[in-house]
């Protein structure tokens, strides 16, 4: 049974929006067998007893959940008690997602409730992680045998992945950086949920994270004997004010390189100027820029709600290959 609605836990762990949720799936009228399978599949699914994903999401699935079952003669118990009796008393300001890539490799990452908060944009994931996400799972050839450095990781989605040992990606170092503090230690708290034995591991073996911020990447402590030679960035080219140090860091990291940096930028297309005001800024440099095709969200492994497309592009230096 379980595996009849695995769609629908998928979509319910990383908190997919409930109108768009395949409803499809519950064939009705729904048993009271049924109607406890889709609650066992969802908010009792043990992933979301340990890691709950954000009551309001649960409260709105419960709720469309009724409405569907409007008009049937017996609606379960458990329903209404888990709607009146599993709210907690005091809402807190983070909760989890489950992003369910394989049946073999699950991650669960802390996220703020919030958009913006901590004076951050990247205490939740953006679409833009896992539209790279994906890009890398379609081309692990990208990462394999390579140090990464990823630029704003917020969150840490893709470093966790990079990381996960049942995708055998052979990825080298992965270092995750962020300006912001708050998404340090989030990240930091991210990497110990996903690698819990993470101590008894060789350092390689899982992600690392460091506060860097692009304004005085200078000062960043670079380790020249694991040359980082791939830079992964995502949804960070929104505020024209930091263009300039965010090239500038590119800059640094692909002279460190010896010219042999490749960097993947992922970008949320909201405000085509701004991209293009970025654009126009990154010809300054002596780069190649190449569009990349980005993955469909029809045969994506996460649940992503498209709601604005995702550019990737990908930057070398003029003489590579
Ligand atoms: C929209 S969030 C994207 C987070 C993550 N990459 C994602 O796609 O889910 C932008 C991230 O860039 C970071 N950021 C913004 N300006 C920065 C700066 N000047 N230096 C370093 N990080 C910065 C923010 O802290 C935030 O985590």
């Not at 917020?154 to 992965?174: F, I, N």
């Not at 709600?305 to 990908?314: E, L, P, R, Y």
Request: aromatic share 10%.
């Amino acid at each position: 049974m379980a595996d009849k609605y695995k769609k629908l836990t998928q979509q319910f762990l990383c908190c997919y929006p409930v109108n768009k949720m395949d409803w499809s799936l519950l064939q009705l009228p729904l048993d009271l067998t049924e109607q406890k399978a889709v609650l066992d599949a969802t908010c009792k699914h043990r992933l979301n007893r340990k890691y709950p994903v954000r009551w309001s999401y649960q409260e709105a699935f419960l709720k469309k959940l009724l409405v569907m079952l409007k008009g049937h003669e017996e609606v379960h118990d458990e329903l209404f008690t888990t709607l009146l009796v599993d709210a907690p008393e005091n809402i807190s300001p983070y909760a989890y997602k489950h992003y369910i890539v394989r049946p073999d490799c699950k991650i669960v990452l802390k996220e703020s409730i919030s958009f913006v908060s901590e004076g951050t944009t990247g205490l939740c994931t953006w679409e833009a992680s896992l539209a790279l996400a994906d890009y890398l799972l379609e081309h692990p050839d990208l990462v394999k045998d390579k140090n990464i450095l990823e630029l704003g990781a917020g969150t840490g989605l893709l470093g966790v992945l990079l990381k996960q040992p049942s995708l055998a990606l052979g990825v080298r170092r992965v270092i995750m950086t962020d300006g912001s503090p708050s998404c340090v230690r989030l990240m930091r708290h991210n990497i110990r949920i996903n690698f819990p034995n993470a101590k008894s591991k060789e350092e390689i073996e899982i992600p690392h994270c460091e506060q860097l911020l692009w304004e005085t990447v200078e000062e960043f402590g670079y380790d020249d004997e694991d040359a980082i030679n791939l830079v992964l960035a995502a949804d960070v080219v929104y505020d024209n004010s930091v263009f300039n140090s965010l090239l500038r860091t590119f800059e640094y990291f692909y002279l460190k390189s010896n010219l042999k940096l490749h960097i993947l930028l992922a970008s949320t297309v909201r405000n085509i100027e701004t991209l293009q005001k970025f654009s126009e800024q990154l010809q300054l440099y002596d780069y190649q820029v190449t569009p990349c095709a980005n993955v469909p969200t029809s045969s994506s492994h996460f649940c992503r709600d498209s709601t604005a497309a995702v550019q990737i592009i990908s930057i070398k230096g003029r003489d590579q290959t």
